[in-house]
């Protein structure tokens, strides 16, 4: 199985703050991976595939880069309504999601 | 627009089968994948399988002995079954479309159903 670890586990920021989630893969994965968003109570949903395709209709405050083992997730200007908790999940093999990074407000 | 809805039991007694139906609406069941990704509370997500709507399926290692997924294109649904459950099978249940082949990522999700088993 290819396991995933995410950095930090939670970060408080300030509104208009830049914020920076890692996600790293225990094996090399290409571009295999994508982030989604999750607010409480509700279904994920996807902001980000291969690694930096931005999907349709998701605010261009969002982005991701990375390739390999290493990944980087990144929200140029926090706002208030990006309060969640942010997953990547792999693809090269069977799915499996990291543990997730949970994002509030400072 | 197409959306996914869960629905079955909320309740299972422990080593009874969960049963769980996922209905697509706003557009059709074929030609795509759909999988089933359940979430304990308070924890992550783990995919659970994926189902193609010609019935082929590949399942998570970890539950394949459980798992048993079909799909009703007349229906326009897909359905999981997951045997002899625990405690440890507690969680919130969503069907997704799963974008599989030259990608592989989950763009439609349904908004989850919880399963508590308990007896």
């Known amino acids: 199985d290819i396991q995933m670890t995410q950095s930090p586990s939670s970060l408080s920021a300030s509104v208009g703050d830049r914020v920076t989630i890692t996600c790293q893969a225990s094996?090399?994965?290409?571009?295999?991976l994508n982030w989604y968003q999750q607010k409480p109570g509700k279904a994920p949903k996807l902001l980000i595939y291969?690694?930096?395709n931005l999907e349709t209709g998701v605010p261009s405050r969002f982005s991701g880069s990375g390739s390999g083992t290493d990944f980087t997730f990144t929200i140029s200007s926090l706002q208030p309504e990006d309060i969640a908790t942010y997953y990547c999940?792999?693809?090269?093999?069977?799915?499996?999601f990291g543990p997730g990074t949970k994002v509030d407000i400072k | 627009q197409v959306q996914l809805q869960e629905s079955g039991p909320g309740l299972v007694k422990p080593s009874e089968t969960l049963s769980l139906t996922c209905t697509v609406s706003?557009?059709?069941?074929?030609?795509?994948?759909w999988s089933w990704i359940r979430q304990p509370a308070g924890k992550g997500l783990e995919w659970i399988g994926r189902i193609y709507t010609s019935g082929s399926t590949n399942y998570n290692p970890s539950l394949k002995s459980r798992v048993t997924m079909s799909v009703d294109t007349s229906k326009n649904q897909f359905s999981l079954k997951l045997s002899s459950v625990t405690a440890a099978d507690t969680a919130v249940y969503y069907c997704a479309r799963d974008i599989y082949g030259d990608y592989g990522y989950f763009d439609l999700w349904g908004r989850g159903t919880l399963v508590t088993v308990s007896s």
């Open positions: 999940q792999q693809y090269d093999n069977l799915p499996t």
């Open positions: 094996q090399d994965i290409s571009n295999y």
């Open positions: 706003g557009g059709s069941i074929s030609s795509y994948y």
């Open positions: 291969d690694a930096s």
